[in-house]
Structure formats: C-alpha cells, structure tokens
C-alpha cells in the first residue's frame, strides 16, 4: 500500500499528477485489472471479484468518458459532463467498499433547489441531501452521516481548499485550515514482564506558526463533526487550540495486520481525506472552517458543488447569464477548471485502496 503502512517509496515521472492518476484508472477500467485489484487489494474472493470486477470496469470505463469530454468541450457543457465523470467514479468507490444503503447509487443522493432563484449568491439554498449515491459515498470518507437537509452555496464553496484565497478575495471570507495529524502509537512497557501494544491517535491543531490566531474550533464542535472521536477514541489532552484524541481498542504489537487494518479505515474517515497537501514527500492533512456554518469533508462538499454546478447549466440558462456577470464566476472557473487536481487523484487512491496516510511512529 503505496504511502499507507512502514516504509515509504517515492517516483518521479514527467507526467502531470491528473494524468498519473487517470492513467492508472484506465488500467483499471479493464475488467482483468479490475479483478485483480478487488483481490489483491480489498481482500475479495476470486469468485467474488470475478462477479464484481465488470461492474466495477464499467464505471470507471464511462467516467473516464465523460471526463475526456469534459476536457475538450465548450465552457458551458463542462459542468454536466464533469459531474457525471465524478459521480461514476463515485459509484465505482461504492462498488469496491459496500458501505450501507450502497444499493442506493442509482439516484444521485442529491436534489436540486435552484428552480426558483433569480439569481446565485453565497446565501442561496441550492441542493439538498436524500439518500443515493453522494451519500453512501460520503459516508466511505467520513464517520458521520451527511445532514438530510438544504445546503447554502458558501457552505459548499468554504469547504474546499483550493478557493480558499478567492473566497478571501471576492467576498471577504476567511477561511480557516486546522490541521490533523494522525498517528500509530506503541505504548511503553512499564516493566520488562510487561506486553507493548499500539494504539492510535489523532491530533487537531489550529495553532499558527506565524502568530496569527485563528478563530477557536471548539471540541463540542470537532466531536459533532466527528462522533468516531466519542465512539472509538478518548480525548487525552490538549490546549484550547490543539486537541489529542487516542483509540479505546489496543492491539498487540504483533498484531500488526489488524492495527493496520483498523489504521487505515478510522484515519480515511477522520483526516479530511482527499484534501491532503504533499510537501517534500510528506503529506499534510486539514480541513477547512469558518466562524460558523458545518464542517463538510472537501470530498462531499465538491461532489455537491459539482451537481449544483451541473443542474444549473443545464436547467437555469438565465443564471448562468447572471452567473458570468458575477463576482462567483471567478470561484465557479477556478473549480472547474482545477478540481481534477483533486479529485482523480483522490478516487484513484480510493479504488486501489492507498489510503496514503503518514504514518508516524512515537514511542512513549
């Protein structure tokens, strides 16, 4: 599991990240690779991955189409065409991982609330959650269920780091990062009769080095966001702007096939994933926030944006006239236009199981 457990490996290539990544899933949108990888990397049977592999193909075989053509299409076709690669490779994750209510994927998960706008604006309702794919997606990356109820344009748009800045610009929004640290524990042996056992870990800081003090993200409110911190974790210690969170369950340190099992699953549902920036090898995880207003994994948030975005252009034509004439264009170009950076790579590791989580060891 490349970047996920021990030793860490590193390539250079001369091909851009997006184009890595797709090249991997084009290997995969055959139906013996796919196979393969059921097997080799999420534990299926070979009856069971032969049964699932041309399903599992086929998806991520129409996703790559509907993103081919979204690359080379007019700016106004883009959004549908997008949304549709997206939501394939959605349904592709469900096929692998079978969380509940999976079955579900068949209706987008999503229900769009623009019909009666005049006009976009950061505090227009304009999607709604119901049970389909986007949900049962979500609920692969987070622990918590994604709220049934209407979601406002800002709220989408604040959870995605790469409008961090424009949202700044344009509207005057600060955004906020906190940062998430995971960690593999071995506990120190009291004495020489003693056992050692790992345990896991978790850390949320939002100190800045620069001095800056962002707004306090509380522990009622990271643990809201987070029920697997009060479920499976116990809070340790902390500031009022570091909180440490260590797992209830301990394995024993040649367990290490199931603590890393349990490491791989709890962290993909805790660090943001998807969202991680890479910095000389390592990679850094966040989430963003605001003063107010939920927390939304990037993921969800982006796939939400992404249908709004798609049900927009090709129902409301005359708010996309608007839309054009906007302050939110610029945001509306800048995600479309990079939110593949993000994404591809974020459903390719999902689909060959590479959680890439930094494992850091500490003794103690």
């Given amino acids: 599991m490349s970047g996920a457990i021990g030793k860490r490996s590193s390539a250079s290539s001369y091909m851009n990240v997006v184009a890595a990544h797709t090249a991997h899933l084009r290997h995969l949108s055959r139906v013996g690779t796919a196979r393969l990888v059921l097997q080799g990397r999420h534990g299926y049977t070979k009856v069971r991955a032969r049964s699932s592999g041309d399903l599992l193909a086929a998806h991520v075989r129409q996703a790559l189409a509907f993103l081919d053509d979204a690359g080379e299409c007019s700016a106004r076709s883009r959004p549908l065409l997008q949304y549709y690669g997206y939501l394939n490779l959605a349904v592709a994750v469900l096929l692998v991982y079978q969380p509940p209510k999976y079955e579900n994927y068949r209706r987008h998960g999503l229900q769009d609330c623009t019909a009666n706008l005049k006009t976009l604006q950061l505090g227009s309702q304009v999607v709604a959650v119901v049970d389909g794919a986007v949900t049962a997606f979500h609920s692969v990356i987070s622990c918590r269920t994604l709220d049934k109820r209407r979601y406002r344009l800002r709220e989408l748009l604040c959870s ?129 926030y605001t003063e107010r207003g939920p927390l939304l994994p990037t993921l969800s948030a982006a796939m939400m944006l992404s249908f709004t975005l798609a049900s927009v252009f090709r129902y409301r034509p005359h708010l996309v006239e608007k839309l054009q004439e906007s302050r939110l264009n610029l945001l509306v170009d800048v995600f479309l236009e990079e939110s593949a950076g993000f994404m591809v790579p974020a459903f390719r590791n999902l689909l060959y199981g590479e959680e890439l989580v930094l494992q850091q060891r500490i003794e103690g």
């Fill in 160 to 288: 995605i780091p790469m409008l961090m800045f424009e949202m700044g610009d344009a509207f005057g929004v600060r955004m906020h990062t906190v940062e998430i640290i995971p960690r593999r524990e071995i506990d120190g042996a009291k004495d020489e009769g003693s056992a050692r056992h790992i345990r896991l870990g978790v850390q949320y800081n939002t100190t800045r080095a620069s001095g800056y003090e962002p707004p306090r993200l509380s522990r009622r409110r990271i643990e809201r966001y987070n029920p697997l911190l009060t479920s499976a974790f116990q809070y340790v210690s902390g500031s009022p702007n570091l909180l440490r969170y260590q797992s209830t369950q301990q394995w024993k340190l040649d367990d290490t096939v199931a603590s890393e099992n349990a490491y791989r699953t709890m962290m993909r549902q805790l660090v943001n994933y998807g969202a991680q920036s890479v910095f000389q090898n390592d990679r850094h995880y966040a989430m963003m």
